[in-house]
């Protein structure tokens, strides 16, 4: 099947007919802990022969193999902390079922059907095949599926950062621990905490955080959806080892004016008039996102590139890379891989002269 050059996610699922969409995910060469409660299927979902054929391939992939590692150092890398990762990074969105997806309510129930465990294992085999060795997982992930699977029996090596999900600072040491023991390799503030926090004035919490993730002598970040809590930790004198911050135009149909944006819009109710905050916008101000960045010397990892779909994987890649992320963030569907990987180095060769030096 011959895909347009640059398709956007409606396009690709459009093309794809009834053939449900994946989502991708991983751990460090850690082990995670088993499961004893599996939510969605577990079988392949092979749909026909070819699909069946890739399965096999992927799941016998030697990861070692000579041609293999050849592919893999396409990939342009960077270091964050003691770790080396590619510049493109896969997100976990798609298998939380945190589709983003604003009103087409259909499409969180067609991804749970196609995000079975054995096409997630393909995902992330695919992944390391295109030396995307990293990925964001929540510990929900290792109990919605059996993920010690990928690494003891499809032989994976992927390495995996910890979103820390609370706002409740005096859980959030139980929580990174949870992480841990399940095999993450490094850990971050989750972005909704940190506006949340900032917003209600509860800096110190950022702070906390931070303190407490350093203690385990991992590789450290600060996620946020918006500037200020980046502003606040450049100010304060920390430290981490990355950021994870969104960065996306506005330049697409669902966007939202500006006069209207809201702080904290993120974490309110949905609203049904087509100029509000609907599930539709993640980075307020990407102007002043990048013109700030240019000078923080701190690996940035941007996320919701796309804007959630809205974006076409081209346009998003190369307008985060210029704009001056070191590593890119993208959930992807196996079908999708290849594609993706394809347009981040294309959108690396092209943002050579921008004005943030890589880290």
Known sequence: MKLKKNPNRRELLGTLGVLPVLGALSNSSAKGKSQDKIGPATGPAVITSSDKQEYDRLKNLDLGDPKVVAKQKKMPVAKIGNLTFGRLMSGSN?????????????????????????????????????GINGIVLKNHNFKRFRLKRYWDEW?????????????????????????????????????GAGDIWYQQKKQDNIIRAYEIMKKYKIPV????HRLEPIKF?????????????????DRYWSA????????????????????????????????????????????????????????????????????????????????????????????????????????
């Open 94 to 130: 798609l298998i939380s079922m945190n589709m983003h997806s604003r009103d087409l309510s259909y499409v969180r129930t067609l991804a749970s059907h196609y995000n079975t465990e054995e096409r997630i294992f393909m995902t992330l085999k695919l992944c390391e095949e295109h």
């Open 155 to 191: 032989g994976g090596n992927m390495k995996w950062l910890a979103d820390v999900i609370t706002t409740d600072i005096n859980k959030y040491e139980k929580l990174l621990i949870e992480h841990l023991e399940l095999g993450a390799s490094a850990a971050y503030l989750w972005g």
């Open 221 to 224: 970040g600060i996620g946020a």
């Open 233 to 249: 930790c450049e100010k304060e004198g920390l430290k981490p080892d990355f950021y994870i911050k969104t960065l996306h135009h």
């Open 256 to 359: 939202h004016p500006k006069e209207n944006r809201r702080f904290v819009e993120m974490y309110e109710k949905n609203s049904p008039d087509h100029a509000m905050y609907h599930d539709n916008m993640f980075c307020h101000n990407h102007e002043e996102t990048i013109d700030f960045m240019k000078d923080v010397k701190v690996p940035w990892i941007a996320f919701k590139v796309l804007a959630a779909g809205a974006i076409p994987p081209a346009d998003g890649l190369d307008f985060a890379f210029a704009g001056g992320a070191d590593f890119i963030c993208l959930g992807m569907f196996d079908f999708q891989v290849r594609q993706d990987t394809e347009l981040t180095l294309n959108a690396i060769a092209k943002s050579e002269n921008r004005k943030r030096p890589w880290t």
